[in-house]
């Protein structure tokens, strides 16, 4: 597009399969590497990538020609046959519905690359869950719990005490 202009740094955040430890050191740069290349075939940049076994973090300059969601959607689909084509894990892998997508200016770059290389530090004071509600209360992003990436036990809990309020509250 001639004459347009941008500069868009997004944290793109998202999960496991019901937050399932499945992604190994053994294969983790790997995917890395297949998924940097998605990111390059898109015309994007990838800044920063790293992988958790439940969960991963990638920072991209992100190109205007494409949304975010549809980026994210080619990341998963191409991401989830590719590990399922090399047989990684025992049983079909497949990444959680929904992610965050998180926006930074030229200046926070370098501080969100160091917090993407260091999330095993990280994860040694927090879960991703909690990782997760933090990144979301920082940047004022209104949630729900039951939406939260959660396995299926945790969303039938949560459902069943947010029924369970509603129909007291009803009841008052």
Request: proline letters at 3%.
């Amino acid at each position: 597009m001639p004459n347009t202009y941008t500069q868009l740094h997004i944290h793109l955040v998202f999960a496991v399969k019901y937050r399932e430890a499945i992604i190994q050191k053994d294969w983790q740069e790997e995917l890395h590497r297949y998924i940097t290349g998605i990111f390059e075939r898109n015309n994007h940049k990838l800044l920063q990538i790293n992988s958790m076994p439940d969960h991963i973090h990638i920072l991209v300059g992100l190109s205007p020609h494409q949304s975010i969601s549809a980026i994210v959607q080619n990341i998963k689909s191409e991401s989830t046959k590719w590990i399922n084509a090399k047989k990684f894990c025992r049983r079909p892998f497949n990444w959680q519905e929904g992610y965050g997508a998180f926006s930074y200016s030229k200046s926070q770059v370098p501080s969100v690359i160091r917090y993407i290389k260091n999330q095993e530090l990280h994860h040694k004071k927090a879960t991703f869950l909690e990782e997760y509600r933090r990144m979301l209360t920082l940047f004022e992003v209104d949630f729900q719990e039951q939406y939260i990436f959660s396995k299926p036990e945790e969303s039938a809990k949560v459902f069943l005490n947010t029924l369970l309020q509603g129909t007291k509250d009803r009841l008052r």
